[in-house]
């Protein structure tokens, strides 16, 4: 059986993580059987402190990206091998864009934004008991702002 690990359901999502939700898209769209198990918690469990990784019967693969090259080489679920190479290389180039960048520009919204910044804080952060529900939130959101502004993003608010 294949157990996908994530954060579990948030934000109004079944995941709040996009490349959670990458695999679980693939998944699907692959008509490939899986079980879901979704708690913050698992972070702490998984083999590089990130999510999402798979358990595909024994296997552990980590990173949605590998996660998707094993199920395409393990189910022969390769959506795009009717394309050309010079197609295939496009779709590379998008996938791997939206990765890299639509991703920090999440981060930005969800952590730096006045105007989501309260929705996420109380989805994160509302059920810890009051100090930390001042504390963690504040050290969390610096910590994030300081990533976003390393990777460059945070540089054009």
């Not at 919204?109 to 504040?138: C, E, H, M, Q, Y």
Request: one cysteine or more; proline letters at 6%.
């Amino acid at each position: 059986m294949i157990t996908l690990y994530g954060f579990g359901p948030g934000l109004g999502m079944y995941d709040p993580s996009p490349f959670v939700l990458k695999v679980a898209a693939f998944l699907r769209l692959a008509n490939i059987d899986y079980r879901y198990n979704g708690n913050v918690n698992y972070v702490f469990k998984a083999p590089k402190k990130k999510l999402p990784y798979l358990d595909d019967n024994g296997t552990i693969v980590c990173d949605s990206t590998f996660i998707i090259c094993h199920l395409k080489d393990r189910y022969a679920s390769d959506f795009d091998s009717h394309l050309s190479p010079q197609q295939q290389a496009v779709a590379t180039l998008i996938s791997k864009s939206l990765d890299e960048n639509f991703y920090w520009c999440l981060v930005y919204f969800r952590w730096i934004d006045s105007a989501s910044w309260p929705t996420v804080k109380n989805a994160l952060f509302g059920k810890l008991p009051f100090p930390l529900s001042t504390i963690v939130p504040l050290v969390a959101r610096r910590g994030v702002s300081k990533q976003v502004y390393q990777q460059g993003t945070g540089r054009h608010n």
